[in-house]
């Protein structure tokens, strides 16, 4: 079992910018990927990124990358997503995500409960 608690959500000025963290717990953690995933209000979730277990390889939603950042830390338990340029479409509830297998962008084994990003205009 892994544990995923979100943390770093708020409310930004559009151009602003944002840092969540995701915190794991569980047995064999550092051997997981995790992710981050949203869902904006009446829209079904998406993916947003992703990290390997060993934190050298990313992938990114082509609607955040070179705007976001996934880093991973704290010996594989903790990833951080650093969100720039900041727009009110990035608004949506955002979820940490935990799986064996790299990458994968849906269906991910192991959920956060999310936490609420809002941009404002």
């Known amino acids: 079992q892994v544990q995923l608690v979100e943390s770093g959500g708020g409310l930004v000025q559009a151009g602003g910018s944002l840092r969540l963290s995701c915190a794991a717990s569980g047995q064999t953690v550092s051997h997981y990927a995790m992710g981050w995933f949203r869902q904006a209000p009446g829209k079904e979730r998406e993916f947003v990124a992703t990290i390997n277990a060993s934190g050298t390889r990313t992938y990114y939603a082509d609607a955040v990358k070179g705007r976001f950042t996934l880093s991973r830390e704290n010996g594989g338990n903790t990833v951080y997503l650093q969100m720039n340029s900041l727009k009110p479409e990035d608004t949506a509830v955002y979820y940490c995500?935990?799986?064996?297998?790299?990458?994968?962008?849906?269906?991910?084994?192991?959920w956060g409960k999310g936490t609420l990003v809002t941009v404002s205009s």
């Open positions: 995500a935990a799986d064996i297998v790299y990458p994968k962008v849906y269906n991910m084994d192991y």
